[in-house]
């Protein structure tokens, strides 16, 4: 019998992420999947994201009963394992049988037909030997309790613990191992009502009063969503672009994909916007999705950016490591490597450096990551403004302030939104992805 659609279709995701270091998440939006029906693209999506989410604990459970070390193994071959494993593990709804039958049939459609007696043998005994156990320490959570229970790194969880403490630790472990909201920003009642309209349901934002949660439906598949009045952004994200604030001439210096920009613009429609991005084909992408007619995208480097200056509004959303955003991208806790985080500083540093150039006097830069590592969020801006007497750091609550009084911000507990004078939301903590953010101004 042919593999099943969905199980082939997670199969060949599962391996350009491996092989490819592609992002799930932009190949299950791809064209191939709107040939499935929605079962099966759903079927899809829960094995891929349920096998990058749990990876190490499903490594466990196929080594445990495999006599060749899983680095051994061909990727087709250990790919088509942990499709099935995850299945037997995770998805109770399916049956183990099934699960183990297509995955051997998916490792001699990869042309590995000599693994095949092997992939079943292990395959039945995960079956029959089911989940590891994981023993939790006299003490209680510890960081390698907490890595092997919710699946992460160990080096990754212990810079956590060590920098956010045990419990928002965990919070941030159990919160990357769920599926996250999908929080939409739109510009009105007008929209609102239209997407209702077209059947999707949704709730108001715990974070902006202009944000709304999907709790039914495919926003995706509205009028709305197609025109580019609905950005799908989470609420995190939306609030780094509130902090930016309105001027009359801004400029977004990692502008890709674009969300951030458009809240920018529809917070500033009469004023004059820049969006730089460093690569053509995501500059094209940027001009698609951004469609308002004050903003111009612009393909250049960051560094050397061919513009005058004399911004009153300057964000700087740097490249970063991505670890607070992993219920999304959770293949990102795989591939980071702690030395990355070092050659990441640099580079922000670098940008962000640029970027205060851009500044008129008197204007304000909005530095953010989306990423919960020091080296990347307050330690890149203390070294930027270590000796530099030009630039001052404001404190974040101002902002926050001016915002909740505006009635733009949905919550009254600012402390849980701040590290010091920094923006910082810690996912688990906030329903939300975790971002930091630096305002800092030029002197006039």
Request: charged share 25%; aromatic share 4%.
């Amino acid at each position: 019998m042919p593999v099943s659609p969905a199980r082939a279709a997670a199969f060949d995701i599962l391996l350009r992420v491996e092989q490819q270091d592609a992002y799930a998440s932009e190949l299950l939006h791809s064209e191939r999947l709107d040939k499935l029906s929605i079962a099966d693209r759903g079927l899809t999506t829960e094995i891929v994201m349920g096998v990058l989410r749990w990876r190490s604990r499903v490594d466990d459970a196929i080594a445990a009963q495999s006599s060749r070390p899983l680095d051994k193994l061909d990727p087709q071959v250990l790919t088509a394992l942990r499709l099935a494993a995850y299945q037997i593990l995770y998805l109770s709804r399916v049956p183990a049988r099934a699960a183990i039958n297509e995955s051997v049939d998916l490792v001699k459609r990869a042309r590995k037909a000599s693994a095949a007696p092997f992939a079943n043998a292990v395959l039945r005994k995960v079956a029959e030997a089911g989940a590891p156990s994981i023993e939790a320490g006299a003490s209680g959570s510890t960081a390698a309790i907490l890595a092997r229970e919710f699946a992460h790194p160990e080096w990754l969880v212990e810079r956590w613990v060590e920098h956010l403490g045990i419990k928002n630790a965990e919070a941030v472990c159990r919160h990357d191992q769920r599926i996250p909201t999908t929080s939409i920003r739109i510009d009105g009642a007008e929209v609102e009502a239209e997407i209702r309209g077209e059947g999707v349901e949704l709730a108001s934002g715990a974070l902006l009063t202009s944000a709304r949660v999907v709790t039914n439906g495919d926003v995706t598949q509205t009028r709305a969503y197609k025109e580019g009045r609905v950005f799908i952004q989470d609420e995190a994200s939306q609030l780094v672009a509130a902090l930016v604030g309105k001027g009359s001439r801004l400029l977004d210096c990692c502008a890709a994909p674009g969300s951030k920009t458009a809240a920018i613009a529809s917070r500033n429609p009469k004023a004059e916007i820049v969006a730089v991005e460093l690569h053509p084909h995501r500059s094209e992408l940027l001009r698609r999705r951004v469609r308002a007619a004050n903003v111009e995208v612009i393909t250049a480097d960051a560094l050397e950016l061919p513009l005058p200056g004399g911004f009153d509004r300057v964000l700087a959303d740097v490249p970063c490591s991505g670890t607070g955003t992993l219920a999304r991208n959770p293949e990102i806790k795989w591939r980071l490597k702690p030395e990355v985080l070092n050659d990441l500083h640099a580079k922000q540093v670098a940008i962000l450096r640029a970027a205060l150039q851009q500044l008129a006097p008197g204007g304000r830069a909005v530095y953010s990551t989306c990423s919960l590592e020091p080296e990347e969020n307050q330690a890149v801006v203390e070294e930027v403004l270590q000796g530099n007497s030009k630039f001052n750091l404001l404190d974040c609550r101002i902002e926050l302030q001016r915002l909740r009084s505006d009635g733009e911000l949905a919550t009254d507990n600012l402390d849980s939104l701040l590290d010091e004078k920094y923006l910082r939301t810690v996912p688990g903590v906030r329903p939300c992805d975790g971002f930091f953010a630096a305002l800092l101004e030029r002197q006039s």
